[in-house]
């Protein structure tokens, strides 16, 4: 069968973010093809091991929650320097991180975007590209081409795409290397974890009872790639003097604390996005969830673009959104990877920094950051709602009580106007923008901000974060409305 190879957007890379862009761009009906090196959907090994609570209410404001709640454990998963930063009293539904590996999330997610018909193209590697000012060409390979409008790499790290369109990847080169491995050991283990100079390592049973997951640190002497079972033994014996007679072992991988960011997300017709864009130390968990915040932020913009409803410069707002909060994970990681080594000097700060985090205001700032509930784009001064995330308020429409994050099922912008019935027109824009006229019976509570004035009206981007906040006159809503969501039909 003859493939298509014309696509208004190519994506290289389907994992978590990969993926999840290319649920957005279809839910915006955009002809769009995942490009995937592996085989099925399938991850061996481990890498992230759950959610922060902004990520579970992105996969809420898109309906599909649900079915990541059924698979993972709720806990409190946010810390730092080994104190764990407790949300529950944040105001959101989900006040709460999610114990869920990465496999699991990849799984479920691959099976949402079947559903929504995504095509993927298995068992290819993008291996270059050549752009020119109507499009992308992707080779492959297989030694076919792709062409695109667009093209977006979501191919990790060592992302292909970033070399091939020339993005510099500045930043810091590694100072720990960590193994990871999934093994059986003939002696039992020294169960738990356990900080030394070089870092924190752990040793825990997996979920079949029988074999062993290691997280260990070895020497840094600028070692890549696949380790060996001997330099895991080494690893070991280094930090436990004996390696526990480790052997069998299903998956090995190493990482390192390398932290670099992308110096642009987009370079012509050729965006990043996830660790194409950043990568740093996992420590604290938070690389899947903001490749995964990445991807709603760029999929509805690269949407309207690619469909004319939006110029190009629309793309240039996801470079300064996301760029900034990809660089405050950078320093938090940088910090917390630090603190991971245990010495008498770095004890010593650590538990200044543990006293600190019992206080009320340093532990809501940094689990607001970590979290991702307290992330604020600059969309200039006015009202604390604009640039952050709407809470999922509950409604009363016409049409019967609803969720605010039931109205975002279908990643389309919304006018929540909470004035008289017919309070603000949006006629040339009712194309795009769903009006919806509503009551609302809570307090509006934002996380770290606290209670703000409530609103007579806001416009909702489809990644759920403010864009407008209504006065009595609407002044400014036509600029708001002209600037993320297009010139009014009638103009
Ligand atoms: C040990 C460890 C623990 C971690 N723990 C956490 C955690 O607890 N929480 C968290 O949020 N994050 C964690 N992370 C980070 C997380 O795994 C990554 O941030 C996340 O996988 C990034 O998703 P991505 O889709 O951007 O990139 P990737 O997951 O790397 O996906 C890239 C995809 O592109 C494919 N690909 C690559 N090159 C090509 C090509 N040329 N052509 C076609 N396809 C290609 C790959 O096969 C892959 O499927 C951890 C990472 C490690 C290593």
């Not at 490009?35 to 481990?46: I, T």
């Not at 932290?259 to 987009?266: G, H, N, S």
């Not at 605010?404 to 990643?411: E, K, M």
Request: with cysteine; proline share 5%; net charge negative.
């Amino acid at each position: 069968m003859n493939e298509q190879t014309m696509h208004a957007v190519v994506i290289a890379g389907g994992g978590p973010t990969g993926m999840m862009l290319a649920a957005e761009l279809t839910l915006a009906a955009v002809d769009v093809v995942v490009v995937e090196r592996r085989p099925g959907p399938e991850l061996v090994g481990s890498r992230a091991r759950g959610l922060h609570a902004r990520t579970i209410e992105v996969l809420d404001q898109r309906g599909i929650a649900d079915r990541f709640l059924e698979a993972g454990r709720a806990m409190q998963v946010q810390s730092f320097a080994g104190v764990s930063l407790d949300i529950s009293d944040f105001p959101t539904r989900h006040n709460y991180g999610l114990a869920l590996a990465q496999s699991e999330f990849e799984r479920i997610l691959a099976a949402w975007i079947e559903e929504l018909g995504v095509p993927i193209r298995r068992e290819r590697e993008v291996t270059g590209i050549a752009q020119d000012d109507a499009g992308v060409e992707v080779r492959l390979s297989d030694g076919r081409s792709l062409r695109a409008t667009y093209l977006v790499g979501c191919d990790g790290g060592r992302s292909v795409v970033r070399k091939a369109a020339g993005i510099e990847f500045p930043g810091w080169d590694a100072s720990v290397s960590s193994l990871i491995a999934e093994v059986e050991t003939r002696e039992e283990p020294e169960w738990g974890i356990r900080r030394d100079q070089n870092g924190t390592q752990a040793i825990g049973k997996l979920d079949d009872g029988k074999r062993v997951g290691v997280v260990v640190t070895e020497r840094y002497a600028g070692q890549s790639g696949e380790p060996t079972l001997q330099e895991l033994s080494q690893a070991l014996v280094a930090v436990w003097g004996t390696d526990f007679g480790v052997h069998s072992p299903t998956w090995m991988s190493r990482f390192t604390d390398t932290t670099r960011l992308a110096a642009t997300y987009r370079k012509g017709r050729v965006l990043l996005a996830g660790d194409a864009a950043h990568v740093h130390y996992p420590v604290g968990g938070q690389g899947l969830n903001i490749g995964v915040q990445d991807a709603v932020n760029l999929g509805w913009k690269l949407a309207q673009v690619v469909e004319t409803t939006s110029p190009e410069s629309l793309l240039d707002t996801y470079h300064a959104e996301r760029h900034p909060v990809a660089a405050h994970v950078l320093q938090t990681t940088m910090a917390a990877t630090a603190l991971t080594r245990s010495d008498a000097r770095i004890d010593a700060v650590r538990s200044i920094l543990s006293e600190l985090l019992t206080m009320d205001e340093p532990r809501t700032r940094l689990a607001g950051a970590v979290s991702g509930l307290d992330t604020r784009y600059d969309l200039g001064p006015g009202h604390p709602l604009l640039g952050r995330r709407m809470p999922d308020l509950d409604l009363v429409t016409a049409t019967g009580p609803l969720r605010v994050f039931t109205l975002l099922h279908d990643a389309r912008p919304v006018l929540l106007d909470f004035r008289e019935p017919g309070g603000v027109d949006i006629a040339p824009w009712a194309d795009r923008v769903r009006r919806v006229e509503a009551e609302h019976v809570a307090v509006w509570e934002l996380p770290v901000v606290g209670a703000v004035t409530a609103p007579s009206a806001v416009l909702v981007r489809p990644d759920g974060h403010v864009a407008w906040v209504g006065d009595h006159a609407g002044a400014g809503l036509r600029e708001a409305l002209t600037e993320w969501f297009g010139r009014p039909t009638s103009a």
